[in-house]
């Protein structure tokens, strides 16, 4: 679904290279996760995948479902069906959560040949959607993030991932600063929209998200690479080791670029 | 484009209403002294009280020291000399249309499109209108349903000859002639304006309008609305403004007094659209307006809201005297200045009566090169015991190259008073715009959400039809080339 092949990425605004060759593929009812310690480059990718025009893209390419995105715009992509969870979710005050998501999901809905729903209709759709993160009505009559706490603003972000249903998910961070119980609630969410058609990227510094989500395949990335993939286990010896024993493998590659 | 030029050109929005009506104008000469003084008053056929009343002001005018220099806004002092202080369109009867057909049918047609029609059928069944096309009041609508309920709704020209004791006894009551140098310049050649008259025990059936049009290059308009609500009364009025896109300067030099007595309550709704002169900054309206409200009984309210859009340079601070006890001022503002166009506005709530209150919410919000200042000033004096204010005053910035400036003056005489005041100043954040679009909204529609929310608090106190106009003109505002 999504092909992410030796993708390179500097900072627009002073060149500081962050992404030096990442390769990634991501298909249809996979679950992944990206670790690594800060700064080695993960939220940047997830970022880079969404469109952010902070950074440039100066080798390399995404495709999605065989076509490249690089040329699209952040909305574009999430027409396509494209979803980042942030790390920090961007407060705006004075518009609700109900009008963000009746306005996005009616776009998305139109971009991908889906019905669009009224304002009763949608209000049915949504109601639904908010078990899944054990949201209150009230929620949705809120402004955006405006006021919410680290834990409600996390949940907010899957519950929006509920709404637009997306192909294929980023979650930047999504468990850092969660209790336990949020953390559970979160990842049941995850869990349960996860499924045959869809993927999820987790992108975590911490091992504990995946105690409750099981990943397909793990990626650790160091130094703007992926310097190892493997299954959930790496995950437990990352935990367990810490990121030492993969520092040599990654300076190796870069004294090899240079 | 990067998101911060988008922003900029939605900001610039296209003026939809610069259009000129193509209209023949009796003579009149350009310039200002008491003879053209006597000349205006004579064509209206005042009253000697009224003739001198201009005088009055004019004298007091000559003997003050020209612009007054404290606000915040750079420009060169109009050419008075230059100025059409009266203009009037060529009409057949000499005397203010009574019936639709004797309307020019240009002007008709210019109300048309700019989205007012005059015909009662047509319009939204819930507000009359008053037409003001350059120096006269063109039309007045529902005038027969207003007075079954006893509502005087009329020009002021009008006023001055049918209910001659009304207006002098409050015309210049809460904006003294000589009050500032633009108050002073109205009260000598001020052209027209709305009358409103609310008897006691009435809630005006129907909301009040008044749409001014400047269509001529030469002439200045000089506005006068006088608006009384008697005890225990209601009122809600609205005024609309545009203007034809010239590279002169125009000037627009309005006096606005409101009075409300014991119990009444008066809303004052403004949708400011004047042209704004071009990207260089040519041309445009210079908006320099006194708007006075006086809550005169205990228990009155007095109301002000207004979406400031238009205009090369605004100087505008309506204001309340909150004289009877237990008496509401309230001002709720959005300016939103662009390109070269300047603002500096706000209020004055003057606490004079016992357990008065007063709530400011100001919203600016600049793009371009444009300056935009909120200067307010809660003043409660000694024995205004238990008045409390609320101020909020936020800024937004679009872009880098743009000001916002707040100026907040408060005096407190009297220690039961409460002033509470809070400002806040933010960018829109490209962070916010592509958490927006992230969510698949366009880029156009994220900044459109994001003001929209802004402005809020503002934009909901707005009666209900003109919310909606509102929200339209920050759209057309907003959106623009990329729309």
New interface residues.
């Given amino acids: 679904m999504l092909e992410i092949k030796n993708l390179h990425v500097v900072v627009e605004e002073d060149g500081t290279e962050i992404l030096k060759g990442v390769n990634l593929k991501i298909n249809e009812g996979e679950i992944h996760a990206i670790m690594g310690p800060n700064g080695s480059g993960k939220s940047t990718l997830a970022k880079v995948v969404?469109?952010?025009?902070?950074y440039e893209v100066t080798e390399g390419d995404i495709l999605f479902e065989g076509e490249s995105i690089l040329e699209m715009?952040?909305?574009e992509?999430?027409?396509l069906g494209l979803?980042?969870a942030?790390q920090y979710?961007?407060?705006?005050?004075?518009?609700t959560n109900k009008?963000?998501?009746r306005?996005?999901y009616n776009?998305?809905a139109e971009?991908r040949g889906r019905e669009e729903l009224d304002p009763l209709e949608f209000e049915d759709y949504v109601n639904d959607r908010l078990d899944i993160v054990e949201m209150k009505p009230e929620f949705l009559d809120r402004?955006i993030n405006a006021g919410f706490s680290g834990g409600e603003k996390k949940r907010n972000e899957i519950f929006?991932m509920a709404v637009?249903d997306p192909k294929i998910s980023f979650l930047d961070e999504t468990d850092s600063g969660l209790d336990i119980d949020a953390l559970k609630v979160v990842a049941k969410g995850i869990n349960y929209l996860a499924d045959e058609d869809n993927a999820v990227c987790l992108v975590t510094h911490y091992q504990r998200i995946l105690d409750y989500i099981v990943p397909d395949h793990v990626h650790v990335m160091l130094d703007g690479k992926i310097v190892k993939s493997g299954d959930k286990d790496l995950a437990v010896k990352l935990e367990d080791e810490g990121y030492d024993w993969l520092t040599d493998l990654a300076s190796v590659s870069v004294n090899g670029e240079q | 484009m990067s998101e911060t030029q988008a922003l900029e050109s939605m900001v610039g929005g296209e003026y939809k209403y610069g259009f000129t009506t193509d209209i023949e104008y009796e003579d009149f000469p350009t310039g200002i002294n008491e003879d053209i003084i006597r000349e205006i008053s004579r064509r209206k056929d005042e009253p000697e009280w009224v003739t001198d009343f201009r005088l009055e002001a004019f004298e007091k005018w000559k003997q003050m020291d020209g612009d007054p220099d404290w606000p915040n806004i750079e420009y060169k002092q109009p050419d008075f000399d230059n100025i059409q202080y009266y203009t009037s369109t060529k009409k057949k009867s000499g005397k203010k249309a009574e019936s639709l057909d004797d309307i020019d049918p240009q002007i008709r047609e210019t109300y048309e499109k700019l989205g007012i029609p005059l015909s009662e059928q047509k319009m939204l069944s819930g507000i009359a209108v008053d037409a003001v096309f350059d120096s006269e009041s063109i039309f007045t609508t529902f005038k027969e349903k207003l007075g079954e309920a006893g509502v005087i709704f009329c020009s002021i020209s009008e006023a001055i000859q049918d209910h001659p004791k009304l207006v002098k006894k409050y015309l210049g009551s809460v904006v003294p002639k000589g009050d500032n140098f633009y108050a002073a310049l109205n009260s000598a050649v001020f052209s027209d304006g709305s009358f409103v008259y609310v008897p006691k025990d009435t809630v005006c059936p129907m909301e009040l309008s008044t749409y001014f049009r400047i269509n001529n290059m030469q002439s200045g308009q000089f506005e006068r609305t006088l608006i009384i609500c008697e005890e225990n009364s209601h009122v809600s009025y609205l005024e609309g403004c545009t203007a034809p896109m010239f590279q002169e300067n125009q000037l627009h030099a309005a006096v606005v007094e409101l009075v409300a007595l014991e119990d009444a309550e008066i809303k004052y709704s403004t949708i400011q659209n004047w042209y704004s002169g071009d990207e260089e900054g040519q041309g445009g309206i210079f908006n320099f307006v006194t708007k006075r409200g006086h809550c005169r009984g205990d228990n009155s309210k007095i109301s002000w809201t207004q979406v400031e859009t238009g205009a090369a340079i605004t100087w505008k601070y309506p204001s309340v005297i909150l004289q009877g006890d237990g008496s509401i001022g309230e001002f709720f503002s959005v300016a939103v200045t662009n390109n070269h166009q300047q603002a500096d506005t706000g209020t004055k709530m003057i606490h004079v009566g016992k357990n008065t209150k007063s709530t400011i919410i100001s919203k600016g919000i600049s793009a371009g090169k444009s300056n935009n200042s909120y200067r307010g000033l809660v003043k409660i004096s000694p024995r205004a015991d238990g008045a409390q204010n609320y101020s909020v005053c936020d800024s937004m910035l679009i872009g880098q190259t743009c000001g916002a400036h707040t100026f907040p003056y408060i005096e407190s005489a009297n220690p039961t008073s409460k002033v509470e005041h809070e400002a806040s100043t933010s960018r829109v954040g490209e962070d916010q715009i592509f958490y927006l679009q992230q969510r698949g909204i366009s880029e156009d529609d994220a900044i459109s959400l994001i003001v929209n929310g802004f402005c809020k608090e503002v934009l909901k106190e707005l009666p209900m039809e003109f919310a909606v106009e509102a929200d339209k003109l920050l759209g057309i505002k907003l959106e623009g080339s990329v729309g």
């Avoid at chain 1, 969404?50 to 902070?54: E, T």
């Avoid at chain 1, 979710?89 to 518009?95: D, N, W």
């Fill in positions: 969404a469109g952010h025009d902070a715009d952040p909305d992509r999430a027409h979803f980042l942030f979710p961007v407060e705006v005050p004075g518009v009008t963000l998501l306005e996005a776009t998305i971009k402004s929006q637009l």
